[in-house]
Each structure stands twice: as structure tokens, then as C-alpha cells.
């Protein structure tokens, strides 16, 4: 008995590739990988699984940052995502103020953090209010987008050689001082570039310059990646040509300050989006910013934009619907899925459900999740019992960030899956092959005061053994195909925790807890489950 428990404990440091005796001392620099069709994120030569957070634009200050990680703490993530304001770091052409990301870097390894750093250059949010003020005051060098009318718009040419050599510079200059300060303890791990690009008011740029390259070929290196004969943007996209050629050129420049960055310190970058509605009808540049690289265009962009790592989308909308469409659409073979931003967290009447939305993309095999502006909330708030949804998000990221070296790797090999709870008590089957797990939610339909959406994650550790981590739910192991008079039985539930990646067992599950299924809690916890038959 003893040394079964001792081989089903020692099995998942092995596959998991625990660490070696001989690791290095300075791993490699974080990078995308890919293996089978599935991503990960490396961070520390092993698989990291972004349990993240977003602060306010404006909160890159050290005024506000104690708040930050007050809360961050509180919610147990592992992540920061961070600002950088190129109007701060280049007040003057060519003289960079490091003073925010130092502080930056310095206050998230005093709070063991890592942080994606988002650089806020020529766009956010579609304009270019980030811009420094010697950029905004020569718009003669630097030419705004126009409408097809000749108007001006918020927002700088993406066909400017000047804009584009200065964006450059700036971003060179970033990129040049984490290599400097932070190669060897690799507390940045990613970085956004421009936040959220494109244009509203027009579809597509009516400069000069704009127009001259709209009347002209489509270029060879679109053509070939999206298998299209030659030909003018019209006559190769038709109807979708202004939109195409919006978004060839916003990813062209973005994928130049990408470069232009990574020959300097070669982090993951990443661009991301603000979406298209997936479930009603879109305009381009009225309803969503045209040119940015919303789901019909990411073939553009992954052609135009190769050192652009990852697509990814901003998911403000509510429904699961929306949300398991979203996540289909930028979880592709060449697009590891990340959500960078998320609803949820920034406004505590109107506090959603985050942990739902983390299982439904955990589901997705997504390398991470991060709910935007957690600085919003008051700086008690999960400290005082205050804001029970906040509570039982907190316990949610608490038990996966105290795992997230074995979910990131189990997420890699492409083991996870995951229920959800939907608007009524309903019941989710997960295909396990021999076995399914039959989830049920709410686990206690007379007595439970429901207050969360219950999530459940399952993964095969070994022939017929199981992780299971839960909140509020029911779980039952049956065969999926039994025999005759081949009925299920639990052979051992170990419940648990993980030290890195060895689990450690802290009890052992039977009698009333095993009898009639497995229960979860609000708290949720971490199981080993062994199933047998007689
Ligand atoms: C999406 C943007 O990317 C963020 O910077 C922020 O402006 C949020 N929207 C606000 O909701």
C-alpha cells in the first residue's frame, strides 16, 4: 500500500521535468514554444502559466503602485501588466527616462512577481494620446491618418517612415535597458507592443501616401501567404480591400518596432486586440477600430507581422457564447492563445464571475489570464470579507497559483479540461477515454447559497489516476463504456498541494468524502484521485 502511494506521488516531478541538479544558473531568456500544435510560455526553461492582472492606464506611478500590489497580492497573482508611456520615457527626442521601468522591475521582485511590461507608443486604444508632445506638436513630420473626406483623425499615419523611425528608436531604447537590467532575473517575461491598434473614423488611412499604396499591388509576401493571384487591394479582397489593406499596414509598422526591439532583447511580444463583436454584425472603424487584428483579419496580421509572437484578445463581453467563439478564433496552430484583459475586476458593482472565464480559457490550453484594472477596487478588498465574489476569485487564483508550474505544463500537453457552471444547475460530462468525470454544479442544490460559478479542471496523471481541482461542484467518476457488471470505485482520493511541481499529500479522502462523489467547496481544493473497478 505504502509504496503504491509512494510511486503515484513520485510519478509527476518526472514528467514534469522537475528541476535538475545541473540547471543553469541563468536560464534562457522566456520564449514561446510549441509543441504538437500546443504553446507555452517558458519562463525559467519550464512552462509558465500567466495568472495575471492588469493595472489602470495611469497607474505606473509610484504613487499609485503600493495599491497595485496591495491588491495584486491579495487576488494571489502571479503577474503583473504594466505600462510604459513613451510621452514619459522620451520627453525630448532621444533622452529616455528609465525611472518607471526601474521601479517597475525593483517593486515586482521585492513582491516576487514577474511583470509584462505593455508599451504604450504610437497606439492605444486606437489614438495615439501616448505619444510624446514633441511628436503631437510636428504634425508635419508626423502626419495624422485622414478620412476619405480630408479630415483629420486622432491618430498618426501607420505610412509614415518618421513616426515609424521614432517608435522605433523608443522602443529600441526600452528593449535595450531590460537586456540591461533584467537578463539575468528575467523579471519581464513578455511585452506588448502599442496597445490595441487601428483607427475609428475611417476604415483605412486617405493620406497621399495612404492612397498611392491602396491604387497599387497588393504586396507579394500577403499574396503568398493567403494563396491569392495578383493584383490591386481592390481587386484582390473586393468589398474586405480598405479593411485588408488597414490592417497589412498598422501590422507592417508594429511588426518594424517589434523587430526593431528584439534585436535588442528577444522577449515574447505580443499585439492585442480590441475585438469585433463575434456574435452581431461589425463595422470596421465604426464599431471596432479598423486595421487592428480583430479575428477576420489575423491572417493579414500573421503574415505581416511575423516578430509579432502572439495575437490575442481583450474579452469585455459577458456572454459564454462570445467567449468560447473568441477563444476558438485566436487559439489557432500559429497563435497561442492569451487573455491579456478581461472584464470582471475594475468595478466592484458590477463584480462578474472572473474565475468562470479563467476555466473557460484554461479549457482552451491559453498560456494565461489576466482581468484588467485591479487598482479600481479599495484596497481592503480582500481583506474584509467585503466582496464575496472578489473572496472566491482570490481562492480560485490562490489554489491554481500555488500549482501553476503543473497547469502550465499539463496545459503545454494538452491534458486539461475543464467544466464550467451555467445560468442553471447543470452537469457536464468530460471524456477521459476509460473513464468520464460527470461534473455537477451546484454540488448542493437545497442547501447551497450560491454566490460563484462552480469550475472544475481534470487531468490525467497515469493510467486511470486523475489531478481534480474544483470549486463548488460535484464530481463522479464512471466508466464510460463499463462491461457487464463492471461497476467504479475509488481506490485512493488524496487531497493535497504542490511544492513546485511535488505534490504533497495531506490527507486521504474516504467514507463520507468519497461515498457519493467528490465534493468541492468555495475554498476549492486539489485532489489525486485513483479509480478501479469490481
Ligand atoms: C482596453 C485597453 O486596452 C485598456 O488599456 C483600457 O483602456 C481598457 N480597455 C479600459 O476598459
Given at each position: ?50 495568472l ?24 494571489h ?278 474565475s468562470?472565464?479563467l ?33 472566491d476569485d482570490a481562492a480560485t487564483f490562490r489554489v491554481l497559483e500555488s500549482m501553476d508550474?503543473?497547469l ?47 469550475c472544475?479542471l ?11 481541482v474544483g470549486f ?25 498541494t504542490y ?21 468541492f467547496?468555495n475554498e476549492g481544493s486539489i ?8
Amino acid at each position: 500500500m505504502r509504496d503504491a502511494l509512494i510511486v503515484f506521488v513520485a510519478i509527476l516531478p518526472i514528467w514534469l521535468g522537475g528541476a535538475s541538479p545541473h540547471a543553469q544558473t541563468v536560464p534562457n531568456l522566456p520564449k514561446i514554444v510549441n509543441r504538437d500544435g500546443r504553446f507555452a510560455l517558458m519562463v525559467d526553461d519550464r512552462p509558465f502559466f500567466i495568472l495575471g492582472t492588469q493595472i489602470h492606464n495611469s497607474s505606473s506611478w509610484p504613487v499609485s503602485m503600493p495599491k497595485v500590489w496591495t491588491l495584486a497580492e491579495g487576488l494571489h497573482a502571479n503577474t503583473i501588466e504594466a505600462p510604459i508611456y513613451w510621452e514619459q520615457f522620451e520627453q525630448s527626442p532621444g533622452n529616455f527616462d528609465y525611472s518607471t521601468v526601474d521601479m517597475l522591475i525593483h517593486e515586482a521582485r521585492q513582491h516576487q512577481m514577474r511583470l509584462i511590461i505593455l508599451w504604450f507608443g504610437t497606439w492605444k486604444n486606437a489614438r495615439m494620446h501616448y505619444v510624446p508632445q514633441w511628436i503631437k506638436s510636428d504634425l508635419a513630420k508626423y502626419p495624422l491618418m485622414t478620412k476619405r473626406d480630408g479630415d483629420s483623425l486622432d491618430v498618426l499615419s501607420p505610412y509614415s517612415l518618421d513616426t515609424l523611425h521614432a517608435d522605433q528608436a523608443a522602443f529600441a531604447a526600452l528593449m535595450r535597458h531590460l537586456k540591461a537590467v533584467d537578463s539575468t532575473k528575467q523579471t519581464v517575461i513578455m511585452v506588448q507592443v502599442e496597445n490595441e491598434s487601428g483607427s475609428l473614423g475611417t476604415v483605412r488611412d486617405h493620406t497621399p501616401k495612404a492612397n498611392k499604396l491602396f491604387s497599387g499591388p497588393v504586396p507579394q509576401q500577403l499574396l503568398t501567404a493567403l494563396h491569392k493571384p495578383s493584383g490591386t487591394w481592390r481587386q484582390v479582397f473586393g468589398r474586405d480591400a480598405d479593411e485588408f489593406f488597414a490592417a497589412y499596414g498598422v501590422a507592417s509598422f508594429i511588426n518594424q518596432v517589434a523587430a526593431a526591439g528584439k534585436a535588442e532583447y528577444a522577449l515574447p511580444m505580443y499585439c492585442n486586440t480590441w475585438l469585433r463583436d463575434p456574435l452581431e454584425a461589425a463595422y470596421p472603424g465604426k464599431s471596432y477600430p479598423s486595421g487592428g487584428p480583430t479575428f477576420n483579419v489575423i491572417n493579414v496580421w500573421k503574415a505581416a507581422a511575423p516578430n509579432v509572437d502572439l495575437i490575442v484578445p481583450d474579452i469585455y463581453f459577458a456572454s459564454r457564447t462570445a467567449w468560447r467563439k473568441i477563444l476558438r478564433e485566436y487559439s489557432r496552430p500559429n497563435n497561442p492563445l492569451f487573455i491579456p484583459e478581461t472584464l470582471g475586476m475594475s468595478d466592484v458593482d458590477d463584480l462578474s464571475d472572473v474565475s468562470q472565464y479563467l476555466f473557460l480559457a484554461i479549457g482552451a490550453n491559453a498560456i494565461g489570464f489576466s482581468p484588467f484594472g485591479i487598482d479600481s477596487l479599495p484596497l481592503g478588498a480582500f481583506a474584509n470579507n467585503a466582496y464575496p465574489k472578489l473572496e472566491d476569485d482570490a481562492a480560485t487564483f490562490r489554489v491554481l497559483e500555488s500549482m501553476d508550474q503543473v497547469l502550465a505544463e499539463l496545459i503545454y500537453r494538452g491534458k486539461v479540461q475543464t467544466a464550467v457552471q451555467a445560468r442553471k444547475p447543470n452537469r457536464v460530462a468530460l471524456d477521459l477515454g476509460r473513464w468520464t468525470a460527470i461534473v455537477s454544479f451546484p454540488h448542493d442544490p437545497i442547501h447551497a447559497i450560491r454566490r460563484r460559478d462552480g469550475c472544475v479542471l481534470v487531468a490525467p496523471l497515469g493510467q486511470d489516476q486523475f489531478l481534480v481541482v474544483g470549486f463548488d461542484a460535484h464530481v463522479d467518476f464512471v466508466l464510460t463504456h463499463p462491461e457487464m457488471r463492471e461497476h467504479p470505485r475509488y481506490l485512493r482520493v488524496e487531497e493535497g498541494t504542490y511544492q513546485g511541481t511535488a505534490w504533497k499529500s495531506d490527507r486521504w479522502l474516504n467514507g463520507d468524502e468519497t461515498d457519493s462523489g467528490l465534493d468541492f467547496g468555495n475554498e476549492g481544493s486539489i485532489l489525486h484521485v485513483r479509480v478501479g473497478t469490481y
